[in-house]
């Protein structure tokens, strides 16, 4: 079926360093990417979102972007901070009304005083 | 005040237990979901509901029973309850459908035992 993964399943970076987080996905259709934060006893969180007539996006301190042709999406935080620490999802879904969103594998980004 | 709130917080039941939880946003939203997360942190959709009518419904045992009382309500109810039901279960909405960003509460940790 159809499926959305992350490459590695955590990620250790200095604070103050750039972090990026990998995802790959396999539905061609999927129209619709989305990068959400937990943290520990939270729901996800929204960060930033990207549409498939897209390729790059940029919000504060982060940036996704998007390669359709290799099926790859990618979170870059700049300056990483204590605070990013958390788990990280990609998420994508089809354009349909009754289109549903598909989680990937989480990731743990771990930052270092 | 929370956008997406989510009763109670923990549930600690026996097996065969039946056991409600209660989700409520006050977004003005369309569309509401149930997700599903299990101890490696991955999500997977339960139901989704549009201005009160199901329309995605994953492979979940007929023990899960959602419904929706109005558009800014999804409760579900889960009879007889099994030990591999314990899992986090989060409460989203979105505006309109699934091709928009997500809006999580901050989960109910289950735990049968």
């Known amino acids: 079926g159809e499926s959305v993964g992350l490459h590695l399943p955590t990620l250790s970076v200095q604070e103050g360093d750039n972090s990026i987080i990998n995802c790959a996905y396999s539905?061609?259709?999927?129209?619709?990417f989305i990068w959400y934060k937990q943290e520990s006893g939270k729901g996800p969180q929204f960060i930033i979102d990207i549409r498939s007539n897209m390729d790059k996006r940029q919000g504060q301190r982060v940036t996704v972007l998007l390669n359709k042709t290799v099926k790859h999406l990618s979170l870059q935080i700049a300056a990483t901070q204590p605070g990013d620490s958390a788990v990280y999802f990609c998420?994508?879904?089809?354009?349909?009304?009754?289109?549903?969103?598909?989680f990937g594998k989480g990731i743990t980004l771990s930052v270092r005083p | 005040d929370t956008a997406v709130s989510q009763t109670p917080k923990y549930l600690v039941t026996q097996m065969g237990n039946d056991k409600s939880i209660k989700c409520e946003q006050n977004?003005?939203?369309?569309?509401m979901y149930w997700y599903k997360q299990d101890s490696k942190k991955f999500l997977k959709i339960m139901f989704s509901y549009n201005n009160k009518e199901l329309i995605i419904n994953e492979t979940v045992p007929n023990r899960f029973s959602p419904k929706s009382p109005d558009k800014a309500h999804l409760n579900l109810h889960i009879n007889s309850l099994e030990l591999g039901d314990s899992a986090v279960y989060f409460c989203a909405s979105s505006h309109r459908t699934a091709n928009e960003k997500l809006f999580f509460g901050s989960g109910t940790q289950l735990s049968v035992l």
């Open positions: 977004l003005g939203h369309d569309t």
């Open positions: 998420a994508e879904t089809g354009s349909g009304a009754n289109s549903k969103l598909t």
């Open positions: 539905n061609s259709a999927s129209d619709y």
